[in-house]
């Protein structure tokens, strides 16, 4: 619709845009409006129609992109206004164009919005299947927690920074999950461990994947350990349940019979008790080091996405 400044203007995959958008349904009906829209092309913040557009603009140009439910919000579609496989309209401006900013400077709020923005983003992608693209995002997420020592987050943004952490790693457990990942999802289940022993999510992930790999030891005490923490949950006493049937040559059922189920319980009895709400006493600092963890578990993942 109208020129920019020359094509020595164009950003480069990995700069931080910002443009100014409005987005129309094929029968007028306004869907997005954004005076500021800002992100890195190339990290997937947005829909892929606006990345590709941004990619291909010079600075101050004024352009119409159409495109179909592949490139804009999929056979999901967007709820409440937008339906699967809608063709979008976009009249966009690119406003700015900036190397994007370097994650060593950044303060501790500014992590911590990020940190939720990528999150965030991460679930869209998981909730369409697109388990590739949310391992990345979840990846983008740990990779903003991993700060310097120089930066001293209060009290409340230490918690929140942690609390933010624990919910990447698990949602990056459930991602690799379904990409068959099972050494990494041990490893970021360890992650989560090391922040939060108690967590059940992932004790009780990282014990039934320990049983589907033989280790029975560990997998019962793994699970034990959930079990005590949360003795009404039943997947645990279902898998505690098929794993001594495992463990005596037994055919594994879902639903173990009363005798297999009554020894189970005797000897489960200590377990079952309520345990002690345990505060968050671990350094801040601790939650960097277990990113960190995650993130190098990941890299085979990553890697897995670009073959793909």
């Not at 496989?85 to 401006?93: F, N, P, R």
């Not at 950044?106 to 940190?115: M, Q, T, Y």
Request: with cysteine.
């Amino acid at each position: 619709l109208r020129e920019g400044f020359g094509d020595a203007s164009r950003p480069f995959m990995g700069q931080e845009v910002t443009m100014k958008l409005q987005g129309l349904l094929e029968d007028g009906t306004i869907v997005d409006r954004d005076p500021k829209l800002t992100f890195v092309i190339g990290d997937g913040d947005v829909i892929q129609a606006l990345e590709l557009c941004a990619y291909s603009m010079e600075l101050n140009e004024i352009a119409l992109v159409i495109s179909d439910g592949k490139y804009a919000y999929g056979h999901l579609g967007r709820a409440p206004d937008i339906r699967a496989d809608a063709t979008v309209v976009y009249e966009v401006q690119l406003l700015k164009v900036r190397n994007a900013p370097d994650l060593t400077t950044l303060s501790a709020p500014d992590r911590i919005r990020r940190c939720k923005q990528k999150r965030e983003r991460g679930n869209y992608y998981f909730q369409r299947e697109d388990y590739h693209n949310a391992v990345r995002l979840y990846n983008q997420a740990l990779e903003l927690l991993n700060i310097s020592s120089e930066i001293n987050p209060t009290a409340e943004e230490a918690e929140e920074l942690r609390e933010d952490g624990l919910k990447c790693l698990n949602n990056l457990a459930a991602v690799q999950l379904k990409l068959e990942m099972h050494e990494e999802v041990i490893t970021s289940c360890n992650a989560v461990l090391s922040l939060d022993p108690n967590n059940v999510k992932a004790l009780f992930r990282k014990g039934k994947l320990l049983s589907e790999k033989e280790n029975y030891e560990e997998a019962m005490e793994t699970l034990k350990k959930a079990l005590k923490i949360e003795p009404s949950m039943k997947a645990i006493h279902v898998e505690l349940s098929n794993l001594v049937r495992k463990q005596t040559g037994q055919r594994d059922i879902s639903k173990p019979k009363r005798k297999v189920w009554q020894a189970l319980r005797k000897n489960l009895v200590p377990f079952l008790s309520s345990p002690r709400k345990s505060g968050w006493d671990i350094p801040w600092k601790w939650l960097f080091g277990a990113a960190v963890v995650a993130v190098g578990s990941v890299v085979t993942t990553v890697v897995m996405a670009a073959r793909n």
